[in-house]
């Protein structure tokens, strides 16, 4: 029999889905895969019925019905502050996770270079090799997750052809001020290189942090792919709504990646989303509001514990330093944890160059009944 591809060999299948099957399988409480365990708006699940109940059923325009286009470009320019056609600029795809690839596979040739942060999330190294790019880590070194100018500037002028920004960041919990972000802009204009841009915790941020779109930073508009999506901020992360926002010419070639990838997202969910968009600004504020008092919670009972571990500015997760308990391996680490503790978290070598043990991610995107469960487990961690 004929090989399979060579680019399959060079990376596995999503670390973290694979926790979350372990945890199914010993009864523990999910801390590994980053969904909410509550239901999204009442208005919003309504939306969804009344659009399966007035015959939304068949494709939509493949890059995104006219009125989530017009919706989201109305809610994108609220908040980024840039005028945003929704005819020429916006590509509607199957969740973020589409969109990057989307990105990725629209800038890049084989044989290019993509920047990446690491700890990155790991679907970005994968879509570099799916697209036939080689991917190049800087490093965000822990605990405060900062990076070196000049490796930065080592990695830009090596000759990248693009570089992924997920900004607050997954896994890490950074948000990246403006003045770093300016130092990003200033190397991407130098040196030529396209941003890709992951943004689906624009809305998950505690303060005094804020989050900076890359695309409004002067002169960024033109060489930023904006990716994000409607999962982390409404609660829906099986619906799988995302897309990518960049200039009419960027936009003309993303669409055509996507079609060929999976022709449209669902018909009826795009049409109830709208309903979302349409949220008074107290929503976003709320949203923030409650994330931060979950982030307080289970830090809470890590401080009980005694465990090492760096406060997240933005987005649901905390990176936890494993090292005093002395394995080797921190997906042995995790398993055990899954198995005798009762928590899954995700193994933090899934994040990193390879040679880094020494972290677990655990993630607050749960009711405060459940993370007091999960925190009553946790305890026995305690020495």
């Known amino acids: 029999m004929p090989r399979t591809s060579q680019r ?6 999503s670390v973290i889905r694979g926790m979350s099957r372990i945890a199914t399988q010993h009864n523990a409480i999910n801390l590994a895969q980053g969904f909410p365990d509550w239901d999204p708006p009442a208005e919003l699940i309504q939306a969804a019925k009344d659009a399966m109940d007035t015959g939304r059923h068949q494709y939509a325009v493949t890059w995104g019905s006219p009125e989530l286009r017009a919706a989201l470009a109305a809610k ?3 908040f980024i502050g840039i005028p945003i056609d929704a005819g020429s600029e916006l590509v509607v795809c199957c969740g973020a996770t589409e969109a990057m690839i989307v990105a990725m596979m629209t800038v890049c040739d084989p044989g290019d270079k993509v920047g990446l942060f690491s700890p990155f999330y790991e679907n970005y190294s994968a879509d570099a090799i799916l697209s036939g790019a080689t991917p190049v ?13 000049a490796e930065l500037r080592t990695a830009f002028a090596g ?3 693009a570089f992924v920004l997920c900004n607050p960041s997954n896994p890490c919990g950074r948000v990246f001020t403006r003045a770093e972000l300016l130092q990003i802009a200033a190397l991407a204009e130098e040196f030529d290189v396209w941003i890709i841009t992951d943004e689906v915790y624009e809305h998950i941020v505690f303060p005094p942090h804020e989050h900076v779109y890359f695309a409004a930073l002067p002169g960024m508009a033109k060489r930023t792919l904006s990716c994000s999506s409607l999962s982390k901020t409404f609660s829906i992360t099986g619906w799988r709504i995302g897309h990518v926002h960049a200039p009419p010419e960027i936009i003309a070639q993303a669409r055509k990646v996507h079609d060929f990838l999976t022709v449209g997202a669902a018909a009826p969910l795009q049409h109830a989303v709208v309903t979302a ?6 929503y976003y504020t709320d949203l923030a509001a409650e994330y931060g008092r979950s982030r307080e919670i289970l830090l809470g009972y890590l401080d009980q514990i005694g465990l090492t571990y760096t406060r997240p500015e933005g987005a649901y997760f905390v990176m936890v330093d494993i090292s005093p308990f002395g394995y080797a391996s921190d997906v042995e680490f995790a398993h055990w944890m899954t198995r005798e503790i009762g928590v899954a978290p995700v193994p933090g070598s899934s994040f990193f160059a390879p040679g880094e043990n020494r972290y677990i991610r655990l993630n607050f995107a749960k009711k405060p009944a459940t993370l007091h469960a999960a925190g ?4 026995k961690l305690k020495r």
Not at 8 to 13: D, K
Not at 137 to 149: A, E, N
Not at 277 to 282: A, H, I
Not at 376 to 379: A, C, G, H, S, Y
Request: no cysteine; charged share 25%; aromatic share 12%.
């Open 159 to 161: 000759g990248l052809k």
């Open 8 to 13: 399959t060999s060079v990376f596995s299948e």
């Open 376 to 379: 009553e487990r946790l305890l």
């Open 137 to 149: 880590l800087v490093p965000l070194h822990p605990p405060h997750y900062r990076f070196d100018p």
């Open 76 to 78: 994108l320019e609220r």
């Open 277 to 282: 968009l349409n949220f008074p600004k107290s």
